[in-house]
């Protein structure tokens, strides 16, 4: 081990490590996006034998500048318009290393009092946001997947109190969602014990939306044949087309059943910082639970979700809280309300209420609000671009900062289903190669479109532009 002090070791350490980041972010524009590297081509990096002495912090940060970081994806480019990935804010990434170095075992209040205190604040401010009044609460998750399954499982809890200790009886419990839903929904249920073939997956409009006369047929068939419909899920950001779906309408649904309304605002939540947009959450403060995900568009560094709850943390609690011994003695104040393992999965937890409290801080309403618009208008301007395109066809519509679209040429049209979809991903493949920007495919409806979320601080129309003529002389060669 080194004999520099801790001090020193911090000072030459952070001296290199910010050299490196501020490089990194100076190279974001012009960097290849994806890396053209294949599993067997990194394992040679990174296939070495167990360290038997240690080495120099140096040589390690040289093997990372080598090895590990021009393979990354470059998530922080503008030229990304990957799935819901931002670029994180500088605050955001700097907040993470004093995490470390404070290293508060979140879990409890006595193991990090100030983590508690502003890990309690956050979710405020998360809470007020979607218009929760002031007795809501939350806990923060690791994302929207552990967030979606800490909500269902207090949605799960509520349908008698001998679940939580002996498990899911014979009635056969069903929850309702759309189909365009996270797959985190269907986990959630197995994890649960209420299994797969419990979800419900209702189909959407034309525009991806949940289609209410078939989420009431669905209910009304359900009860008919005996199962106990628990609780519906709207989506406020769907991930493949970023639509948001009918929250009042859900929650009146939700009411007539007795069921539990969770609305998975993941990535919609941070609609709700513009005045312009958040209109559009319409109902979700009527939601018994939320799933909000600052690493998605509040550009909170990996990883950061949160589950809020309007009835207050006594809902999270009832489901989640136990009494460990050595956590439980007596300490004269009321400390047991700040302990956030009481209120979720995990024990001891991160400190990662720090960067989320230093981005809403540094970033204000204000600063979200005209960011999240700004991005809106991008995707607007992308889609009138792609319209102007004979060879493009748009899908749905644009309601948050995702734009999905089809290549279908007249030679492409005249094609079976099953090849069209094979050209939107051989396309999307040949982006992906050429390094120059990164988009996934998806499956809408049944075939294959091509999608892209603007999910970058740094993507300005310029990038929008640069992806237009990359689309179209990829798709050319494609054809050729
Ligand atoms: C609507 C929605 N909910 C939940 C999730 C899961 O979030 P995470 O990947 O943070 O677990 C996602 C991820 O994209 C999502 O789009």
Redesign the pocket.
Known sequence: MTTDSLRDQHEKLGRAVTKLISEHASRLDAASVTSSATPDDLKKFFAEPLPLRGMAAEEILEQFARDVAPHAMQVSSPNYFG??NPTPLAIGVWADALCSSLNQNAGAWRNGPTSAMVESQSIRWLCELVGYRENAFGVLA???????LIALKCARDRVEAEIMRKGVGAEHLTVYTSEQ??Y?VEKSLDILGLGRDSLRKIETDDRFHIRLDSLKAAITKDVYEGCKPICIVG?A???STGVIDPLPELFEIAHANDCWFHV?A???GALAFSDKHKSKLRGIELADSV?F?P??WMFVPF?C?ATLVRHGGQVLRDSFDMSPEYLSEGRGFSDAQYDFFRYGQMGTRRFNALKLWMCFKSMGKSGYSETVERHIELTQYLASRLDELPDFQLVGEIETAVCCFRFLPETVRAMSGEEQDRIQQALQQRIEKSGKAFFPSTVLHGRRALRVNINSYLTEQRHVDDLIELLQAESRELLN
Do not use: I, P
Not at 142 to 148: F, L
């Open positions: 799935q819901f690791s994302g929207g997947s552990e967030a979606n839903c996270h985190s989506v950001g769907t991930t998975d993941a990535y919609g799933t995900d690493h998605k990883s979700g």
